[in-house]
């Protein structure tokens, strides 16, 4: 069992950038592949970003390609997301969640956290 916290949300103007923090506890986390997803208003839950247990390896969805940043500390038991370059179409919940496979399905990932609201104005 793994209990994920996000935090870092907020409103910021297209251009911006935003720095997202997921704290995992319970089991060893290093034993987990880590994700974020997020969920635009009225649309879906949709893959943004994965890492591998031991951060070497990292896939990114095309339309946040280059411009943000999956990242994991094993030691504080976290897992980050820097923004940059935001635009308005990334307005959603963005959510942490824990899983076995670096995959971009949402049904690969059984653990969750609650997400955390980002805004970007145009």
């Known amino acids: 069992q793994v209990q994920l916290v996000e935090s870092g949300g907020g409103l910021v103007q297209a251009g911006g950038s935003l720095r997202l923090s997921c704290a995992a506890s319970?089991?060893?986390?290093?034993?987990?592949?880590l994700a974020w997803f997020r969920q635009p208003p009225g649309k879906e839950r949709e893959f943004v970003a994965t890492?591998?247990?031991?951060?070497?390896?990292?896939s990114y969805a095309d339309s946040v390609k280059g411009r943000f940043s999956i990242s994991r500390d094993n030691a504080k038991n976290t897992v980050s997301l820097q923004m940059n370059s935001l635009k308005p179409q990334d307005t959603a919940v963005y959510y942490c969640?824990?899983?076995?496979?670096?995959?971009?399905?949402?049904?690969?990932?059984?653990?969750w956290g609650q997400g955390t609201q980002v805004a970007v104005s145009s």
């Open positions: 319970g089991r060893t986390v290093s034993s987990y592949t």
């Open positions: 969640a824990a899983g076995f496979w670096a995959t971009a399905s949402t049904t690969d990932y059984p653990y």
């Open positions: 890492i591998s247990r031991g951060g070497g390896v990292t």
